[in-house]
């Protein structure tokens, strides 16, 4: 019904409307604790999250490397149990679930029938026929609810919100904050059960940094603001302060890791974003195996170094004067004091095996060439020692 049938109806003030706005995106139940008129929020899997606060993004980078940061994140986790949660999930993932150890994470890629990247998060396994899924932005539970047809599987939102603690005094946060002691081998994409002042609650070495880190996951019935405070206090003593993830952004630049939506797509397949270790061709059949299997499995996505230039989001690239690609992150890195960046390129080099090596020129705002090198990702730490504790 158009608004010109009833003018006696303003539908901007319409309850449905609130009600309807109020269900598809949601609001941080930590927000209260950042939140004044200046906050600027970015959406994302329809959840508000903090672009912006009132810190130095770069004293807050320094922060996330030396000492340690809280953030409070916009990632959405999706429960997947029932005694055919494990069929379900090795349909829709590009990699074997079935021997994930319970109370263990690994990163899953879900693809599109033709071998295209749908999806991409954590998935952590409770116990035998229970996982949450922590996806990246985007729509996924209809996904899934789509390929459960037979199956028996719940697929729901446990209403979990996630704050993320980085840096190398994180884990000593972590023992801080926790009742008891933390266990010596919680390593690596390890997941467990703590305690928050009496509050037990899922924790997973995991992380959006490229530090060392841990993630919390809440529970609707918690109080938040007072589990805010709770860690808050804890790393008092480390040198702990909540920050914007703006700080977050360039450090996960640094660290090779890649934003679902931003650098890689529904237009690419996973070798095409350098992600083929995580495609699993060998495991019984899978949404997207028949495409992957005939894809062509080089590369699209590298990283970008410039020595005179600040990389951003979609300055294009050139070799020879023609257009090969452009840039769909960057930013200037004051570990490498460098731009650094992500180059995607529309297709294979035309006469090298691959781009890595290459020098392309990236065209600034101001239409000015600069001379960049393309580099394999990660940009440092390719064995990711600082993560597990070992750097």
């Not at 029932?82 to 021997?99: M, Y």
């Amino acid at each position: 019904m158009s608004t010109q049938s009833n003018p006696k109806i303003d539908y901007a003030k319409s309850h449905d409307v609130v009600r309807l706005s109020t269900k598809r995106y949601e609001q941080s139940p930590y927000a209260a604790k950042y939140a004044t008129d200046d906050t600027v929020y970015g959406l994302y899997a329809n959840r508000f999250y903090p672009l912006s606060l009132d810190g130095d993004p770069l004293s807050d980078y320094w922060q996330l490397r030396q000492k340690a940061m809280l953030y409070d994140v916009p990632e959405k986790p999706l429960q997947i149990e029932g005694p055919d949660a494990v069929t379900l999930l090795e349909k829709v993932f590009c990699r074997r679930i079935s021997k994930l150890k319970p109370m263990r994470a690994r990163y899953a890629i879900a693809c599109t029938p033709n071998g295209k990247i749908l999806m991409d998060g954590v998935l952590i396994r409770f116990s035998e026929d229970s996982f949450w899924y922590v996806q990246a932005d985007g729509e996924f539970e209809t996904w899934l609810l789509a390929h459960s047809g037979g199956l028996d599987v719940q697929i729901s939102d446990p209403k979990s919100w996630v704050l993320q603690i980085q840096g190398p005094n994180s884990l000593e946060i972590l023992n801080a904050a926790i009742d008891e002691d933390l266990p010596d081998n919680f390593g690596y994409f390890h997941a467990g059960l703590f305690h928050f002042a009496g509050e037990e609650l899922l924790v997973t070495r995991t992380g959006w940094t490229g530090e060392i880190g841990f993630e919390i996951y809440s529970k609707p019935s918690i109080n938040h603001l007072a589990l805010w405070d709770h860690l808050i206090a804890a790393g008092k003593p480390f040198g702990m302060r909540a920050g914007s993830l703006a700080s977050m952004g360039t450090r996960r630049i640094e660290a090779g890791i890649l934003d679902n939506g931003t650098d890689m797509d529904v237009k690419m397949t996973p070798y095409e974003a350098g992600l083929g270790m995580f495609i699993d061709l060998s495991k019984p059949d899978f949404v997207g195996k028949s495409a992957l299997e005939k894809a062509d499995q080089r590369c699209l996505l590298f990283g970008l170094i410039c020595n005179t230039a600040v990389s951003s989001a979609d300055l294009k690239l050139f070799q020879n004067e023609k257009e090969v690609g452009f840039l769909t992150a960057g930013v200037y890195s004051p570990t490498l004091d460098k731009g650094i960046g992500y180059a995607r390129f529309f297709a294979p080099h035309p006469t090298a095996e691959s781009w890595l090596g290459q020098t392309v020129m990236l065209q600034d705002k101001r239409n000015e060439h600069h001379s960049c090198k393309i580099v394999s990702l990660p940009f440092y730490d390719a064995e990711k020692k600082i993560p597990r504790g070992l750097s």
